[in-house]
T-cell receptor, first 113, second 113 residues
């Protein structure tokens, strides 16, 4: 398909791990991104992964990339209430020649105290 | 080090009017991209400015136009506003028209009544 797909909602208890999933579209995508958006705010770049990597870890964040299935995931360890936000995955699509990001519709993460 | 700054933060306009939104990129960045984020959606690419020229354009009508100044700041202009133009307008800055690290501003919330 043409859309970057994400589940709309995820709810976890404080202290548990969260896993947010994304299916992207362009098998030649070079960079894949995760952004966080808090209510009324812009987008905060959390992390990105280059397509020649399978995994990237940055403190509580772990990104897994499955190029065969065009599947990207973001794991947040020890989820805190401050992690409640909308999380967007995004891809750049070299095959289109476009130099812009294509975003999913976002996953709203709710952390229950 | 100032991040990406946008002004104004909120704006209310009437149908048919024109609006100008402003963006200053992160220090050291020379490329500005504009995105429209409708309620409940992911951001959609409008266009990108680099070296004071529009380099890429998304699927937006000619009512949407822009400009980049020698100091790399940018404006987004929308003419003949429609109710459907109500959205959060996000500016992203990066370096050398690249996207490896694109940083977003807080956005301008435009409401058309």
């Amino acid at each position: 398909g043409e859309d970057v797909e994400q589940s709309l909602f995820l709810s976890v208890r404080e202290g548990d791990s969260s896993v947010i999933n994304c299916t992207y579209t362009d098998s030649s995508s070079t960079y894949l991104y995760w952004y966080k958006q808090e209510p009324g705010a812009g987008l905060q770049l959390l992390t990105y992964i280059f397509s020649n990597m399978d995994m990237k870890q940055d403190q509580r964040l772990t990104v897994l990339l499955n190029k065969k299935d065009k599947h990207l995931s973001l794991r947040i360890a020890d989820t805190q209430t401050g992690d409640s936000a909308i999380y967007f995955c995004a891809e750049k699509r070299p095959q289109t020649g476009a130099n812009n990001l294509f975003f999913g519709t976002g996953t709203r993460l709710t952390v229950i105290p | 080090d100032a991040g990406v700054t946008q002004s104004p933060t909120h704006l209310i306009k009437t149908r048919g009017q024109q609006v100008t939104l402003r963006c200053s990129p992160k220090s050291g960045h020379d490329t500005v991209s504009w995105y429209q984020q409708a309620l409940g959606q992911g951001p959609q690419f409008i266009f990108q400015y680099y070296e004071e020229e529009e380099r890429q354009r998304g699927n937006f009508p000619d009512r949407f136009s822009g400009h980049q100044f020698p100091n790399y700041s940018s404006e987004l202009n929308v003419n003949a506003l429609l109710l459907g133009d109500s959205a959060l307008y996000l500016c992203a800055s990066s370096l050398n028209a690249g996207l490896t690290e694109a940083f977003f501003g807080q956005g301008t919330r435009l409401t058309v009544v």
